[in-house]
């Protein structure tokens, strides 16, 4: 089983940048695809970014598409999210799980974007 901590989130400026991180325990962690998730207030939660088991395939989302990155770090189990560029509309709670088959999600971190 996976468990996930979120960190690196805060208030920032438009324009800015953060970089969020996520800490998996169990034993899966390099064998399995990872994705950020945010939720805004009122609306669902939806897929950010992406990436393959080993690294080599990417995905991000239109709205986010050249302003974000997703990476990972399979030695110590962590996958980060690399925002530039950010804008108020991307103010969220920002989650990372796996691709397929979630587990228990975990806090997630707090991004605030103000205009």
């Known amino acids: 089983q996976v468990q996930l901590v979120e960190s690196g989130g805060g208030l920032v400026q438009a324009g800015g940048s953060l970089r969020l991180s996520c800490a998996a325990s169990g034993n899966i962690f390099s064998i399995t695809a990872m994705g950020w998730y945010r939720q805004a207030p009122g609306k669902q939660r939806e897929l950010v970014a992406a990436?393959?088991?080993?690294?080599?395939?990417?995905y991000a989302a239109d709205s986010v598409k050249g302003r974000f990155t997703i990476s990972r770090d399979n030695a110590k189990s962590t996958v980060y999210l690399q925002m530039h560029s950010l804008k108020p509309e991307d103010t969220a709670v920002y989650y990372c799980?796996?691709?397929?088959?979630?587990?228990?999600w975990g806090q997630g971190t707090q991004v605030t974007v103000s205009s």
């Open positions: 799980n796996k691709v397929r088959d979630w587990v228990e």
């Open positions: 990436i393959s088991s080993g690294g080599g395939t990417n």
